[in-house]
């Protein structure tokens, strides 16, 4: 869980040697057959430079290498490799953990001027990917009820998420009724999610986006 956050969304933090080193212990350790090109693949950065860090690894103790072919060859993480990889887990996660408080001030101070007024009516959410998450709790914490969470993504329909259930858009769009505001829980897919739910501005719900 905590590799997959570290490999794919922390694409906006600097790559700098010592993110790309965990990252490299941190797949190495269930992971010892794969090959320096698979291991710059996940990492998203280049071979040569895998093969930089993973030497100056091995030369420092870090990591054993074992085999006697580049077939064969598999890569195992020392005592003194685990050690590094929990100093180094342990200060990206206070830098994780303080930037995601900055991320929901910076969207409570988004959200509360464009939902004032909306503190008894029937809020849903839009997207339900880690930006949902951080939305979600961004309401809660501005004193705001969410009747609704939504996504396109049928593998999250079903689950919960701050609490209530994961729905599909299409009770929305059966029901706009039920609902005074949308918003729209993404960056990167926020337009296009946008066009999706625009058209219930005529039905008289709040579509609000995370840009506006």
């Known amino acids: 869980m905590v590799q997959g956050v570290l490999t794919k969304h922390l ?3 600097k790559p700098n040697k010592s993110l790309l080193m965990l990252n490299l212990l941190m797949m190495l350790e269930s992971n010892p057959s794969w090959s320096q090109h698979r291991l ?3 990492v998203g950065t280049y071979s040569n430079t895998v093969n930089r860090i993973m030497k100056g690894l091995v030369d420092d103790g870090l990591v054993e290498m074992r085999g006697s072919t580049n077939r064969t060859t598999t890569y195992h993480i020392t005592e003194e490799g685990r050690d590094l990889k929990r100093k180094l887990l ?4 206070t830098e994780i953990i303080q930037l995601y408080g900055k991320i929901k001030r910076d969207i409570e101070g988004t959200l509360a001027p464009q939902l004032r007024g ?3 009516k029937n809020i849903a959410v ?3 990917a880690e930006t949902g998450e951080v939305v979600v709790q961004a309401l809660v914490d501005l004193g705001y009820p969410i009747c609704a969470v939504f996504d396109n993504d049928v593998r999250k329909q ?3 998420l701050g609490g209530v259930r994961i ?3 299409d009770r929305i769009f059966s029901k706009p009724s039920e609902f005074d505001a949308l918003i729209v829980a993404s960056y990167s ?3 296009e999610m946008f066009d999706e739910v625009c058209s219930l501005i005529a039905k008289g719900i709040k579509v609000i986006r995370l840009q506006d």
């Open 11 to 13: 694409k906006a933090l």
């Open 40 to 42: 710059a693949e996940e």
């Open 90 to 93: 342990n200060a990206f996660s």
């Open 118 to 120: 909306f503190e008894k």
């Open 126 to 128: 839009f997207g339900a």
């Open 158 to 160: 079903g689950r919960h």
């Open 167 to 169: 729905e599909s858009l």
């Open 189 to 191: 897919r926020g337009a």
